[in-house]
């Protein structure tokens, strides 16, 4: 079937300005993962869900980022005056509910903010 | 902050042979996982490594999983040019399954 999907693919934003990341999930998947990664360095998380609630928000940097999830499918990253030093390529993942450690990744959207 | 830390940051072989990436982790851990990530875009999942099991296979990927170091390696064996990409170690916090610690990644050149 169809992997996680995410859109935009490529972003270009300026400071100040607000972003929306959409990610789609593996149908059936009721984890979702946010992850954000700058130049040359790892992944680091940002929120899980689990359905449409966010029991871990603990990787979100400040309150300008924020991020939903509806009908156990979509999700919506947002961030609010961003700020150069947001921008870096946000992965989205999803996992099924009885294996949760193997994260099935999409291809990410890579944000640069002017 | 990043629990995994691969070794080398860098590395460039020749097509056919073989690589091999270390990672190490700070806190104790239920799995570790590997991914490979091409143009720096996706993530691909390889192979997850539990932390009773000490070395596992999966077509030319051989993983090991030393937990008394906090250590791991992933060793590519007759590597292609196709498998030039950036290869991370993952592990979970330990005290949860879902959130994934990443380190900063190995870049693989294998050069035809």
């Known amino acids: 079937g169809a992997g996680v999907s995410q859109s935009p693919s490529n972003k270009v934003t300026e400071k100040g300005k607000d972003v929306e990341l959409r990610c789609d999930p593996i149908s059936g998947h009721t984890a979702l993962y946010w992850y954000r990664q700058r130049l040359g360095q790892g992944l680091e998380f940002l929120i899980y869900?689990?359905?449409?609630?966010?029991?871990?928000k603990s990787g979100l940097p400040s309150d300008r980022f924020s991020a939903e999830r509806t009908g156990e499918s979509v999700s919506t990253l947002t961030i609010q005056r961003t700020q150069q030093e947001d921008s870096a390529v946000y992965l989205c993942a999803s996992s099924q509910p009885t294996a949760q450690e193997t994260q099935y990744f999409g291809p990410g959207t890579r944000l640069l903010v002017l | 902050s990043q629990q995994g830390e691969e070794d080398p940051q860098a590395l460039s072989i020749q097509e056919g042979e073989n690589a091999t990436m270390n990672c190490s982790y700070k806190t104790s851990i239920n799995n570790l996982q590997w991914y490979r990530q091409n143009s720096g875009r996706g993530l691909v999942h390889l192979i997850l490594i539990r932390s009773n099991e000490r070395e596992k296979h999966s077509g030319r990927l051989r993983v090991t999983l030393d937990t008394s170091k906090k250590s791991s390696s992933l060793l590519i064996t007759a590597s292609r040019a196709a498998d030039t990409a950036s290869y991370f170690c993952a592990t979970d916090a330990g005290d949860s399954s879902y959130k994934l610690i990443f380190g900063s990644g190995t870049r693989l050149l294998v050069r035809p």
């Open positions: 869900f689990q359905g449409n609630s966010a029991p871990d």
